[in-house]
T-cell receptor
Framework: GAGVSQTPSNKVTEKGKYVELRCDPISGHTALYWYRQSLGQGPEFLIYFQGTGAADDSGLPNDRFFAVRPEGSVSTLKIQRTERGDSAVYLC????????????FGEGSRLTVL | GEDVEQSLFLSVREGDSSVINCTYT??????LYWYKQEPGAGLQLLTY?????DMKQDQRLTVLLNKKDKHLSLRIADTQTGDSAIYFC???????????FGAGTRLFVKA
């Protein structure tokens, strides 16, 4: 597609459940990022992939959060044993590494943990 | 550490100029950015400035960079109601491609 695609756009789950959020980046973009945006805040960095490998996962809040990008394109953010504090909009962005660093964002996946 | 700070709200009248300010901490950032987020939409790059520049103009937008004070500003001339949005200042960290965002400035444009 022309832009970054994220699914689902909305996810409501119960505390303790497992959740997967998917990101399909712009074709040819080697860099992929996950951010989390809470209400009234700016995007908070979670993890950055260059190709298939996680080049920087310093923003993942704890070991309940994990992300993969097995073929260097689509990425999945996985959250285990969800907590109410995980409720936020999870943003995915992609970028051409050999560029000004401009990030192209998807519209986000809104996660609500009841 | 890495931090980007900006004021949270700005209200202007239609036709006036808006100035949104930001301070950052990483003096080695190569690029500094302004992103715009409209309600219900993802962030979009509005403009950027390379760190060896002190000013960049693009139509109604003027970006000023003061590296000594680590201060970045965005001026929107002839502000329109369609400019109402959240504006995020961002920097890219040294040695990598991690972009750090401020909390965003909510611009309200009164008709």
């Amino acid at each position: 597609g022309a832009g970054v695609s994220q699914t689902p756009s909305n996810k409501v789950t119960e505390k303790g459940k497992y959740v997967e959020l998917r990101c399909d980046p712009i074709s040819g973009h080697t860099a992929l990022y996950w951010y989390r945006q809470s209400l009234g805040q700016g995007p908070e960095f979670l993890i950055y992939f260059q190709g298939t490998g996680a080049a920087d996962d310093s923003g993942l809040p704890n070991d309940r959060f994990f992300a993969v990008r097995p073929e260097g394109s689509v990425s999945t953010l996985k959250i285990q044993r969800t907590e109410r504090g995980d409720s936020a909009v999870y943003l995915c962005a992609s970028s051409r590494r050999e560029s000004t660093g401009e990030l192209f964002f998807g519209e986000g996946s809104r996660l609500t943990v009841l | 550490g890495e931090d980007v700070e900006q004021s949270l709200f700005l209200s202007v009248r239609e036709g006036d100029s808006s100035v949104i300010n930001c301070t950052y901490t990483d003096s080695s950032s190569t690029y500094l950015y302004w992103y715009k987020q409209e309600p219900g939409a993802g962030l979009q790059l509005l403009t950027y400035i390379f760190s060896n520049m002190d000013m960049k103009q693009d139509q109604r937008l003027t970006v000023l960079l003061n590296k000594k004070d680590k201060h970045l500003s965005l001026r929107i001339a002839d502000t329109q109601t369609g400019d109402s949005a959240i504006y995020f200042c961002a920097e890219i960290t040294t040695g990598g491609f991690k972009t750090i965002f401020g909390a965003g400035t909510r611009l309200f444009v009164k008709a």
